[in-house]
Structures are given as structure tokens and as C-alpha cells.
């Protein structure tokens, strides 16, 4: 590699936006909860006084857990529609991302995932109606997918490119086929075991923390090492020692991480949210009809002005106002409030 | 051209509208012109196609005797050079003994001058005589030019000077200009043309050679048509004669005979079905392949591990054995190549691998979004 030439994955969004150490992970994740609570528990306070005080809210990782459950069953979901793996893979990611910004107390999970989902069929060009998607799902109808939609797309900063580890896999599975003495037969036995570790860590946070290559090598190294380490020397001769040791921290983090949570666990975290819900955010709550009162308030205020000042420029002869008589032209502040 | 009946009219029996008799329709079909002077101009417009025909309306008037179609059906109005109209008869009146100036504008002409007239309105007559005769000089396209901003330069002097002519301004000096331009590119000019006829010719070999193909397979099919038509009407006779003549169970004799007649179908089916990929693959083959621009690789800062892969021609990939079977086929989406997946594969596999991952506390404080909530639009 030439020095001045950098690597291609660098130019993708996944490296420059979505890339964090594992502290900064838990940083990000224990400051956005604390911020969350505390928004949460203005707004209990502000419909009921001292109704916070017992509600006992959520941590990181009890929204973490609750998050998990919900990765795991867009594979169910996606061998229900036949999608290709690359659906799953993609929603998963957008899934994890989305409650990397936000808070599991504000959007529940559930409809979260079906949009997560639905939008990741659209971005990686395998779409389907949400007609037909929505009367595949029980209890589920087209508007809950869609009124979140925007929403994920915001979250996730419409960065929609995802570079998976299972296409690195694939590539490694074919290159090792380079490599002499091997068969067909072993390549595709380890192909598959493989592929099988790189399912478990989509349920962790491996795709923040190492590229999705070296994700994939891990895979394989957990599969058969003395492959890995083979394929390693001969791709890079002089890197071979550095890549092998950061292997070990993603085959740690996949064979603790990378099952199932508790199902009980998760139903207690369950209930205790129905009780911690963000009330500004339940359609019909008191809280939720206070604030769409405060935003209509404030867009009406706001055409007031400009009528206003309208007006009072048509008056003065000139519809676009006269910079010699003061008025510097109407603040145009669109919806960013 | 016939010549009208002598003294038709006294008889009362001349025709009002055009020449032709009133059996057929004169609104469906273009009345016939006819010319009543055997000594001006008499033929049609300027028309390679054969499909425009002479302008004419019923309510034609001659402007310089006034007479129109109620006293004269075969009134034919002819257009000057100077772009005003006459009828036949005035035409004949006044140039016959020499040129003489026009009634209208007193310009010079000659009888030959004129010409029938193939657009309503003049004005469009005039600037379709002017185009015609500047697209004879003017053929230079935008291969003979460096850059698309002369090009349009050039454009725009031609319209200039057609503008000049159509609308008489400055005449002389636009006259001028033409012959300068003129003799400036006259190799060019005379390039340019020679290209436009083996063009013309080109297209024209090759809509024969098409309508020649598709009569050929009109008449493949018809033929097949009648072979089928014969095999069916011998299958069905073959059968009533066996069950005339042979003792067997009559169900099993039907049976046999239709096999056969499946077999011979599919048989003849899958002949023409290749003949028919073959004759397709020819024709791709013999369009006119044009030599490619030579390649300009992309040229940007970014390594894309070229070096630390070989790609093969072949792998053993259960995931893109079905593509790779079914190699014409109704699988691909056009463009689609297995070899570009696989080079996708390979280089994710080794991109990013030797980025050791990030450590620590980061500096910034990672803003966290938990306060103004993202706007939806709902």
C-alpha cells in the first residue's frame, strides 16, 4: 500500500461516522440514557407532580437487552419473507445504530424493527409493498411502519451503505480457494461454520468496534485458526502478527455476546417500560396533546409574523421590504425551531 | 394534364371543384391541380418522399385579375421569386414576350421563375427555399469542431445570416459573408457531403436488408404453418385408417399416434429455436462496432487493494452457482457479471483489515441527541 494513498473502506460513512471505541460506546450509551431520564422524568413531573419518583427507569444495559431480543427476530422475520441475507444484515445494523441516538424509552423496539427492516429493503434494492409486508405480520398496519420511517432515516444521518462481514467472508472463501492443498469440501464446511459466527456477532457490537473484515477473519479463525493464520502471512507478510492479536478481543466478544438474551430477563425490562414510556411520545397521552398544542402554537405564532411583516411591507410600497427603511428582509428560519 | 373539354362551359357541364368527376369524394381525396397553360411550370413540389402535395384552397384568389375557382375550377396560383402569387393565366399574360417586372412589387422576373406553391402561409415557403439552399453549403457538424462553444458559435453565424435572408436585411453583405464562408471550408464542406451520401446509403442498404429479413421469416413462418397444418391432417387420418384396419385397443392406438406426433413438434420447435438464436446472434455481430475511447482510469487518492488479491476466472461458489448455470439466460439483470460480485467480495475481505480499532475515551464530547427531539414529518 502506498503511503499516501489511503484505504478505500476509509472513504465509506461506516468508517467516518459509525466507528467508536468500546469506551466511547458505553460512554455514548450511559450519557444518552442519563439525558433521556431526565427529559422523561420532566415530562412525568410536568404532567403530574412527583408521579417520577416511582417509576423506576431503565439503565444502558437493560436497553441494550431489550434491543438484543428485538435483533433477534429480524431473522426470524426476514426467512419468513425469504429475504436475501443482506436484508437482515443491513436492518440489524440500522437497528443498532438507530439505538445508538435514541432512547428505547422514547420508540419501543417492536415498531423500530419492522421499519428498520422495511427500510432496509429499500436501500439494499430488495423492496417490497408495505401493503404486503404489513399483512405478513400480525397486528401490524402500514402506518406503523411509516410514521417511523423519517425517523430511522434521520437517526441512522441517511448514511445507508453498510459494509458487511459476511460479504468479507464470502471474498475470504473464495481466495482461500487459491491457497494449495485445500479442497472444495473443507472450504465449504468452513464457509458455513463460519458464516454461522458471523450471525452471532451481528448481535454484538463488533461492526462499531473492528471492520467488517476483520470480523470476518475472526469468524473463520474461530472456525480453523491455522487457515486463518495461512491466509493472514500470505495477504500481508509484515502486518500477519498485528491482525492475528486483534482477532482475539472479536472471537472474546462473539462467543460471550453473540446469543440470545434471557427471555425472562427481557420480560421484566418489558414491563418495567410500559411503566417508563416518555409520555410526550404515546399518541393521545395528555403530555402528547400538550405538545403538539406548544409546536401549532408556535408555527401560528410564526406565521403571524411573517403576515405581519408582510403586510406592513406592502403597505410601505415596497412587497420585498426597502433595506433603507430598516427591515433587513424577514428572518426565514423554515422548521428548525 | 388533360386539356379542358372545349366548350364545357357553354354546356353547362364543367365541374366546379377541380378536375375530377363528382363520383369520387373531393374532401377525403387532395383535388388534382392541373395545369391549364402547357407553358408554365407544371410540376409538383419539391418532394423526395412523394407524399406532400401542392397547396391549394377553395378560396383562392388571383391578386392581380381577381378571378377565383367559380369562373376558373382549374385556377392554380404560382409563387414568384419575389414570394407573390399568380394565377397560371397572368403568369402567361405577362411574361410570355420576355421578363418583366411584377405587378406587385415591380422586381424583374422571368416566366420560368415561378414555382407551385407547398406551404399556407409564403413566409414559411421563403425560409424553407432559404434553409434548403443554406444546408447545402452550411453541413458542418460537431465532430469538426474542438469544442462544444465554437460550435455553437458556428450555429449561431448560420442563423444570423438565415435570419438575414429570410427577413431582407443587409443582402449584399450577408451574400458577402456566405461566399467567404464558402470559400474558407470549401474541402470541408465538400467532406461533409460526401459523408451525408454514404450515410443515406448506409440506411438504406440496411432498411433493405431488414425488410428483406422479415419478409423471409414471414414466409419461414407461413411455411411452417402449412407443414403443421398437413401433419395434423395426416395424424388424423393415419388414425381413423388404424382403428379402420388394426384389432388393438383403440384408446392405446390414439395414444401412441399422439406421442408421436408430440415428439416430432418438440423436435421441430428446438431446430427453429436455434436457427433463430443463431440468425440473432449474426445480426448482433454484424452491427458496426466503433473503437472505443481509450480508457481513463479513475484517478483519486483512495488504495483499493488491488495488490492484495488475484481474482480467477473461476471459483467454487455454491452462492452464484445458479447465475453461472444459466449463462443466457432470464436470470441476469443486463450488465450483471459474476466476476464483478466476486471482486466486490474480495476486496471487502481485505479492505479495512489492517485499521486497528479506535481506543479509548475520544476527545470531543460525543454529542448525544436525548434533547431536541428530530422533527417527523407526519
Known amino acids: 500500500a502506498s503511503s499516501s494513498k489511503r484505504s478505500i473502506y476509509e472513504a465509506s460513512t461506516q468508517y467516518r461516522h459509525w466507528r467508536f471505541s468500546p469506551e466511547d460506546l458505553a460512554h455514548t450509551r450511559a450519557s444518552l440514557n442519563t439525558a433521556a431520564v431526565s427529559l422523561i422524568r420532566d415530562a412525568f413531573e410536568a404532567d403530574e407532580a412527583r408521579s417520577s419518583a416511582n417509576v423506576s427507569f431503565l439503565n444502558a444495559d437493560e436497553e441494550s437487552l431489550l434491543v438484543k431480543l428485538y435483533l433477534t427476530k429480524i431473522p426470524q422475520l426476514c426467512s419468513l419473507f425469504q429475504f436475501p441475507e443482506e436484508v437482515e444484515a443491513t436492518a440489524m445494523t440500522y437497528l443498532k445504530r438507530f439505538y445508538l441516538k435514541n432512547t428505547v424509552m422514547d420508540w419501543h423496539p417492536k415498531n423500530v424493527m419492522l421499519t428498520a427492516l422495511f427500510l432496509a429493503t429499500k436501500t439494499t434494492n430488495h423492496p417490497i409493498p408495505v401493503a404486503t409486508y404489513t399483512s405478513r405480520i400480525p397486528k401490524t398496519q402500514p402506518s406503523d411502519v411509516l410514521d417511523l420511517e423519517f425517523l430511522v432515516a434521520q437517526s441512522l444521518g441517511f448514511d445507508f451503505a453498510v459494509w458487511h462481514a459476511h460479504r468479507a467472508l464470502w471474498g475470504s472463501a473464495l481466495d482461500v480457494q487459491v491457497l494449495p492443498d485445500i479442497t472444495s469440501a473443507e472450504v465449504r464446511r468452513v464457509h458455513q461454520i463460519a458464516l454461522n459466527y458471523v450471525h452471532a456477532s451481528r448481535l454484538t457490537d463488533a461492526e462499531f468496534i473492528y471492520t467488517p473484515a476483520q470480523i470476518a477473519l475472526a469468524s473463520l479463525s474461530m472456525v480453523s485458526a491455522p487457515l486463518a493464520e495461512i491466509w493472514a502471512r500470505r495477504t500481508y507478510a509484515d502486518k500477519a502478527d498485528l491482525l492475528l492479536a486483534v482477532l482475539e478481543p472479536i472471537k472474546t466478544m462473539i462467543s460471550t455476546h453473540g446469543q440470545a438474551p434471557d427471555v425472562e430477563a427481557v420480560r421484566n425490562v418489558d414491563r418495567r417500560l410500559k411503566l417508563c414510556k416518555n409520555p410526550e411520545k404515546v399518541v393521545g397521552s395528555r403530555a402528547y396533546m400538550k405538545k403538539q398544542e406548544e409546536a401549532e402554537q408556535r408555527a401560528s405564532e410564526k406565521r403571524k409574523r411573517k403576515a405581519a411583516a408582510a403586510r406592513k411591507a406592502m403597505e410601505e410600497g415596497d412587497p420585498f421590504g426597502s433595506e433603507l427603511a430598516g427591515d433587513v428582509g424577514i428572518e426565514d428560519d423554515d422548521d428548525d425551531d | ?378
Open chain 2, 1 to 378: 394534364m388533360s386539356r379542358p373539354v372545349p366548350g364545357s362551359w357553354l354546356r353547362g357541364t364543367v365541374i366546379r371543384k377541380g378536375g375530377i368527376s363528382t363520383g369520387s369524394s373531393t374532401r377525403t381525396s387532395t383535388p388534382q391541380i392541373q395545369s391549364t397553360s402547357n407553358t408554365v411550370f407544371g410540376g409538383g413540389v419539391k418532394d423526395a418522399s412523394g407524399r406532400v402535395s401542392e397547396y391549394s384552397s377553395m378560396d383562392d384568389t388571383c391578386p392581380v385579375c381577381k378571378s377565383d375557382r367559380y369562373l376558373n375550377p382549374k385556377l392554380r396560383l404560382l409563387v414568384s421569386a419575389c414570394y407573390h402569387k399568380m394565377c397560371e393565366s397572368c403568369i402567361d399574360r405577362l411574361f410570355t414576350l420576355g421578363p418583366a417586372p411584377c405587378p406587385i412589387c415591380a422586381k424583374i422576373l422571368r416566366k420560368l421563375a415561378f414555382t407551385p406553391q407547398t406551404f399556407e402561409d409564403l413566409g414559411v415557403e421563403k425560409e424553407v427555399a432559404v434553409r434548403r439552399r443554406m444546408a447545402k453549403e452550411f453541413n458542418k457538424r460537431r465532430e469538426d469542431f474542438p469544442d462544444l462553444h465554437s460550435y455553437n458559435d458556428y450555429l449561431e453565424e448560420v442563423e444570423d445570416i438565415a435570419f438575414n435572408l429570410i427577413n431582407d436585411i443587409d443582402i449584399p453583405e450577408t451574400e458577402a459573408r456566405i461566399t467567404a464562408y464558402r470559400q474558407e471550408n470549401a474541402a470541408l464542406t465538400e467532406l461533409n457531403v460526401q459523408r451525408e451520401e454514404q450515410y443515406q446509403k448506409y440506411l438504406k442498404e440496411k432498411e433493405d436488408a431488414e425488410r428483406q429479413e422479415r419478409e423471409q421469416r414471414a414466409l419461414d413462418l407461413r411455411q411452417i404453418e402449412e407443414e403443421e397444418r398437413e401433419e395434423r391432417e395426416k395424424e388424423r387420418r393415419e388414425i381413423i385408417d388404424k382403428l379402420e384396419t388394426s384389432d388393438k385397443d383403440a384408446a392405446k392406438l390414439i395414444a401412441r399416434s399422439r406421442a408421436e406426433a408430440l415428439r416430432r413438434t418438440n423436435a421441430r420447435h428446438s431446430s427453429s429455436a436455434v436457427a433463430h438464436a443463431r440468425l440473432q446472434r449474426s445480426r448482433t455481430a454484424q452491427t458496426i462496432v466503433f473503437a472505443d475511447v481509450p480508457h481513463v482510469p479513475l484517478q483519486d487518492d483512495w488504495y483499493a487493494y488491488e495488490d492484495k488479491f488475484v481474482i480467477r476466472d473461476d471459483y467454487d461458489d455454491p452462492a452464484s452457482e445458479a447465475v453461472r448455470r444459466d449463462r443466457d439466460g432470464i436470470m441476469r439483470a443486463g450488465g450483471y457479471r459474476v466476476e464483478e460480485a466476486w471482486e466486490r467480495a474480495l476486496r471487502s475481505a481485505v479492505a479495512g483489515l489492517e485499521i486497528m480499532p479506535l481506543q479509548g475515551l475520544s476527545s470531543q464530547d460525543t454529542t448525544v441527541s436525548g434533547g431536541q427531539d428530530v422533527l417527523m414529518t407526519s
